[in-house]
Every structure is written in structure tokens, then in C-alpha cells.
Nanobody
Framework: QVQLVESGGGLVQAGGSLRLSCAAP????????VAWFRQAPGKERHFVAT????????AYADSVKGRFTISRDRVKNTVYLQMNSLKPEDTAVYYC??????????????????WGQGTQVTVSS
């Protein structure tokens, strides 16, 4: 079982920034694609961003393009989500997930094998 631990969530005003982290103690974490999903209250969980095993390929949901950046430090076994220009509609629980695969281009929950417990992001207007 792979354990993923998210951190960095919190309360921020609209226009502000937060950086989420997703860490895994397992060394093989760096060999797989990782994504961030989010779930707003009363809504389904949706894809936000993904990064391939090497960090060279990324993809984003249209709603966050140009504002969010996903990156990874393979030595530290950590994936980050830098969130800038936050909007109230970004309020959600954010989950990181490790894919079954190494490449990018996976946008659905079924393509991810392991999930973190989630971290709350609240953006006030």
C-alpha cells in the first residue's frame, strides 16, 4: 500500500497563493505519474493537473491553466501544486493521486491507484 500525504492547504483571500505538497515515503513514487484532483462541497471530484514520472510533461484542467503549476522533486519524493491568483471557486478538498502508469495524459480517477487523504483549500472573496 502506498501512502500519500498532502499538506499546504488553508484559508486564503481571493488573488492569493498557496502551495500544496504531496509526499510519499515509498521510493518508487518517483517512477509514476501523479495528479491533483479536487472536490468542492456537494460536487463530484474533478481532475486539476497531472505530471509524468520525469516531470517533463504536464497537463491542466482549463479552469486552472495559467494559474496553477504542478512540479515534482524526485529526490524528495514530493509533488507540488503551486496555486496563484486563487478564486473562490477554487475552494475544495484537494487530493493527490499516484497513477498506475508513468506517462502523463491520464485525467480520470480510474487511472490512479493510490490517493491521499485530502487537504482543504478555502478561498474567501
Amino acid at each position: 500500500q502506498v501512502q500519500l500525504v498532502e499538506s499546504g492547504g488553508g484559508l486564503v483571500q481571493a488573488g492569493g497563493s498557496l502551495r500544496l505538497s504531496c509526499a510519499a515515503p515509498e521510493r518508487t513514487f518517483s517512477m509514476y505519474a501523479v495528479a491533483w484532483f479536487r472536490q468542492a462541497p456537494g460536487k463530484e471530484r474533478h481532475f486539476v493537473a497531472t505530471i509524468n514520472w520525469s516531470g517533463e510533461s504536464t497537463a491542466y484542467a482549463d479552469s486552472v491553466k495559467g494559474r496553477f503549476t504542478i512540479s515534482r522533486d524526485r529526490v524528495k519524493n514530493t509533488v507540488y501544486l503551486q496555486m496563484n491568483s486563487l478564486k473562490p471557486e477554487d475552494t475544495a478538498v484537494y487530493y493527490c493521486a499516484r497513477s498506475y502508469y508513468t506517462g502523463s495524459g491520464y485525467y480520470t480517477e480510474g487511472e490512479y491507484a493510490y490517493w491521499g487523504q485530502g487537504t482543504q483549500v478555502t478561498v474567501s472573496s
